[in-house]
């Protein structure tokens, strides 16, 4: 499918693997230039030449910890260099530790602060300079716990509401400025690295192997099982594209084969 998006420019933060990976991948396949970004060079330059040579684009690979505010300003300031204005960019980190709220540190809360709420702050922040015009979008990657609480994830239950109400302050601000669509995915369940971690941890903390707490999960989705990556780098893709021009301020636009319980 042509979703209108060959010729755009984008950056995709945490693409080393899953759904950033998948985003890369998907935005790669309808003909975007991708700048593909995470912490380790090793394992991002990997990701960029295997997406480069599945869809014969320029796929360029940059380091950042989106927890280091001079690291995010480098990263911005490549792209620049690099490919000039922004497009599409899609924030998106890496999950906070698992635990309840009495296991986690106060470091553990900073750093996740720093990660997850000041990365999305600071990269859009870093970026706006760049962007303006048709078709410019931010997709803020949440979870499904920006609506609803998760057991054993305090850290997110806490900050992915904030990235949320962050989000829907862009729209309404952004949109005015050239036309710069906000948007966010909020995933469900999906079969990452991240996911087997915290099915490793909740088999651990419960003692129940963790193919029976799969499948647990399972009967709980209507659909009867987790999504692909892909499943979601999909939806983003639509999103960013001409298709959704006129979807905005989704400060939650849930991908979760229709888990969550809440209907506002």
Excluded at 167 to 182: D, N, S
Aim: charged share 20%; aromatic share 4%.
């Amino acid at each position: 499918m042509d979703l209108g998006l060959r010729g755009k420019k984008a950056l995709v933060t945490g693409a080393s693997d899953g759904i950033g990976f998948s985003i890369a991948d998907v935005l790669a396949s309808e003909g975007c230039t991708v700048m593909v970004a995470s912490r380790d060079r090793e394992r991002i330059t990997r990701a960029a030449s295997e997406i480069s040579s599945r869809h014969s684009v320029e796929v360029i690979p940059a380091t950042v910890d989106t927890g280091d505010a001079t690291s995010i300003s480098s990263l911005v300031a490549e792209f620049s260099s690099r490919l000039g204005s922004i497009d599409i960019l899609v924030t998106n980190t890496g999950g906070p530790p698992a635990g309840q709220f009495l296991d986690i540190t106060d470091e553990q809360w900073v750093a996740s602060f720093n990660s997850l709420f000041m990365g999305v702050v600071r990269l859009v922040r870093s970026s706006l300079p760049l962007m303006g015009g048709p078709g410019s979008c931010i997709v803020n990657m949440m979870s499904r716990s920006s609506k609803e609480f998760l057991p054993n994830l305090a850290i997110s239950n806490a900050m992915r509401p904030a990235i949320a109400g962050l989000t829907k302050t862009l729209a309404f601000e952004l949109g005015p400025r050239g036309g710069i669509r906000v948007n966010g995915i909020g995933p469900g369940y999906v079969m990452t690295n991240r996911q087997s971690q915290l099915l490793q941890y909740r088999s651990k903390r419960l003692s129940i192997p963790v193919e029976a707490i799969t499948r647990d999960i399972e009967r709980e989705i209507p659909v009867g099982r987790i999504a692909t990556p892909e499943e979601v780098a999909r939806v983003v893709a639509f999103v960013c594209s001409p298709a959704a021009s006129y979807i905005n301020g989704g400060e939650f636009i849930v991908v979760d084969g229709g888990t969550l319980r809440s209907h506002v």
